[in-house]
């Protein structure tokens, strides 16, 4: 065999070992349908409720009323994003910098949660990330000094169930310096744990955080809302999936979500993927839970106590 043939039989070789590497999603499926799974696989939105309303209605008075408090909710209900819905009413950015005045700040807390972590997190949701943090005693006084220039009236924590005992503390000693009233937003083991653990050491903790506020899983109606929502914003009309006008679809999504917001939206994207891939497939509750019947319910812990 010549050169040039045993060259080109080589890449022939390379072409065909190449396509037997392709992703299975490729193979089994046109590029126009991968592209829309792509994009249906990326959204994410929030759609703001009653429940909202009522939340930012007593953020509000909290604010007024310079009181601390805390809310919890299940993970996956949305109150995190509800938060920054809530921040975005009050407060404008050009560019990475928050417009002054600033009068809500919503910072989220990462592990570990400690002073440092909290306060690079409020510096970072500001507009003023660091390079170099310095000692804890400068990042104080950077944040503090931040916090009055843009003339904050409340300070919003989210993942707060991440807080060191340390960091609890910088957060009180900011309310009592400042009178800036902070939120704690966290799950149930916030509320229920953390706060009302009986040491000593978070008895100010404790006393600090007297006020609360629960944020609710979805009712049916809700849920009927969201999904109605989530397909006009996400699929082609004629595309939807027209999920409403299925009881037993909605009854497999209520179950199957336990009323939280994030684990709704996850099935809806595999419902609509699923649509994509099977055209034919019959939108209803025992066909979806043959399909789905893996998936877990997310856990819904009771948190009353009494």
Not at 150 to 163: F, P, Q, R
Not at 177 to 205: A, C, F, H, Q
Request: proline share 4%; charged share 30%.
């Amino acid at each position: 065999m010549s050169e040039t043939n045993l060259v080109n039989a080589n890449l022939e070789f390379q072409k065909s070992f190449d396509a037997s590497l392709q992703p299975a999603e490729e193979v089994r499926r046109s590029p126009e349908v991968q592209a829309e799974v792509e994009r249906i696989g990326k959204a994410d939105t929030y759609f703001s409720l009653d429940r909202d309303t009522e939340l930012f209605d007593w953020l509000d008075d909290q604010r007024d009323a310079k009181l601390c408090g805390y809310i919890t909710s299940a993970t996956g209900s949305g109150l995190l994003k509800a938060c920054q819905l809530y921040r975005t009413q009050y407060v404008k950015r050009r560019g990475t910098l928050l417009e002054i005045p600033a009068t809500v700040i919503y910072a989220e807390i990462e592990q570990h949660g400690t002073p440092t972590d909290l306060y690079c997190s409020i510096l970072e949701e500001i507009g003023h990330p660091l390079t170099n943090v310095g000692t804890l005693r400068d990042l104080r006084s950077r944040v503090w000094g931040t916090l009055k220039g843009y003339s904050v009236k409340i300070l919003i924590i989210g993942n707060a169930d991440y807080l060191t005992l340390e960091a609890f503390n910088e957060l009180i000693d900011i309310f009592m310096k400042l009178r800036l009233p902070i939120i704690l937003v966290g799950t149930y083991y916030l509320g229920d744990n953390i706060l009302e653990r009986k040491s000593l050491r978070y008895v100010r903790v404790h006393d600090s955080f007297l006020e609360s506020y629960e944020f609710p899983n979805l009712t049916k109606q809700e849920i009927i809302e969201v999904v109605d929502d989530w397909e006009e914003t996400f699929l082609p009309k004629n595309r939807r999936l027209n999920l409403t006008q299925i009881d037993s679809a909605i009854s497999y999504l209520e179950h199957k979500s336990k009323g939280l917001i994030e684990p709704l939206y996850d099935l809806l994207r595999k419902i609509a993927i699923l649509k994509l891939d099977e055209p034919s497939f019959e939108l209803n509750q025992h066909n979806l839970t043959r399909k789905f019947g893996r998936r877990k319910e997310p856990k819904i812990k009771s948190h009353r106590k009494g």
